[in-house]
């Protein structure tokens, strides 16, 4: 088990913010974790647009001419809540050939098909279509089974529209997110940004998640020049083995099939696990034991990174995509004490970030995540990304819903 060493002597910390040096519902707790509620194969590429959205410096440059289908979409922005947005917005925003329940992500479910895996993430998860000044329309190509839309995407749409909002010399240093209500997965996601403050040194941006006029996530982002200061420490990174030692998940879930007394309910969900190649890489370095219902300490770690190449691009692009990665298992760490329930429901109710010194998305980075409390079903989750050289990048927090069985599970097989 890794351990922390404590406070790490003050060392030199960039402050430099410019381009960066080199679920299927869960069955049980540790079924969750393997979940993680991750999309399916996608991959990040140098060339994303994300941020790249010049027209929208200015509040007051020239105002863009919604098309026909936009316009239900400005007026459930405005909170219009009439028969005709409320049911056309679906059928409206549908993709060509796009027809029945598969909803807007069926084109890109059709890239994904075609094999042409970098276009799905690119034009969609992380690259927001511009509606207006400070609207933006976001897209998403899966949907767990729960029928919700994944945490860990709308906190990063909802990043690169505030991004897209900013100068180019402010980078992100912090974000706090509430869940308000559950994602529509059959419509898109529209991100109204309001400019609460634009200062010399910070400026803050507020983004309104929106569907059927009502808001379903709210986020208040925080942009700061880069600055310099004496003042600088931070913990020492835990020790752990390298990911170069370590199985992916994929091959911890190909493991835990070939137990031929493996339950079928597990053994299928597992298989479902499996079928998704998710857009990361992830190596957890203690695994979990399938068939252990025995309490564990609710700390975990993980080595995770973007799969693909991102490059040396703006840091806000690096922080989306952060923003994506951290709500993966997050949330389960809480489960990590109380394996013998089965998860009836489980749910994030915020999200915070604070990024803290210069990292690549795309290179390994440990994910360090702990629980220090649960109860009233609730859990409350800490989590810090380090890089491999021991600097603290990202720290992150949230409190999320968990209601499990009251009958204790007594066995996988």
Request: net charge positive; charged share 20%.
């Amino acid at each position: 088990m890794a351990k922390s060493e404590g406070w790490a002597a003050c060392r030199p910390l960039s402050t430099r913010w410019g381009t960066a040096p080199p679920s299927v519902r869960p069955i049980t707790a540790v079924l969750s974790q393997l979940a993680g509620g991750l999309p399916t194969s996608a991959t990040f590429s140098a060339a994303s647009p994300v941020i790249d959205d010049s027209r929208a410096q200015s509040a007051g440059g020239s105002r863009l001419r919604p098309r026909g289908r936009d316009f239900l979409l400005l007026r459930a922005a405005a909170g219009c809540g009439c028969r005709q947005c409320r049911f056309r917005v679906a059928a409206e925003m549908a993709e060509p050939g796009d027809t029945g329940a598969a909803g807007p992500g069926s084109g890109l479910k059709r890239l994904a098909a075609a094999g042409d895996l970098r276009s799905v993430l690119i034009t969609s998860v992380l690259n927001l279509e511009r509606l207006e000044v400070d609207l933006f329309r976001g897209q998403h190509h899966w949907v767990p089974a729960t029928r919700r839309l994944f945490g860990g995407q709308i906190v990063g749409q909802a990043l690169v529209a505030a991004a897209r909002a900013v100068s180019r010399d402010l980078q992100a240093h912090s974000l706090h997110c509430y869940f308000v209500r559950a994602g529509d997965p059959k419509v898109p996601v529209l991100y109204e940004v309001e400019r609460t403050r634009t200062g010399k040194s910070f400026s803050v941006r507020s983004v309104k998640a929106i569907q059927h006029g009502k808001p379903i996530f709210i986020c208040q982002a925080s942009f700061q020049l880069a600055q310099q200061s004496p003042v600088q420490h931070q913990f020492t990174m835990p020790t752990v083995p390298p990911p170069e030692e370590l199985l992916t998940q994929e091959e911890l879930i190909e493991k835990f099939l070939q137990n031929p007394n493996l339950a079928e309910r597990y053994r299928k969900h597992l298989n479902k696990i499996q079928a998704e190649d998710v857009p990361i890489d992830i190596k957890p370095v203690n695994p979990p034991d399938i068939f252990c219902t025995e309490s564990q300490e609710p700390k975990q770690f993980f080595w995770v990174r973007a799969r693909g190449y991102i490059g040396e691009t703006d840091m806000k692009v690096h922080c989306c995509v952060a923003a994506y990665i951290s709500d993966y298992a997050f949330l389960g760490t809480a489960l990590l004490p109380h394996r013998q329930y089965n998860i009836k429901f489980m749910v994030s109710l915020d999200h915070s970030m604070w990024f803290h010194a210069p990292f690549r998305s795309d290179h390994w980075m440990l994910y360090e995540c702990e629980s220090p409390w649960a109860g009233g079903c609730r859990g409350l989750v800490h989590g810090r990304l380090w890089r491999r050289d021991g600097v603290l990048a990202v720290t992150c927090t949230q409190e999320g819903v968990i209601r499990v069985e009251q009958n204790p599970n007594q066995s996988k097989l």
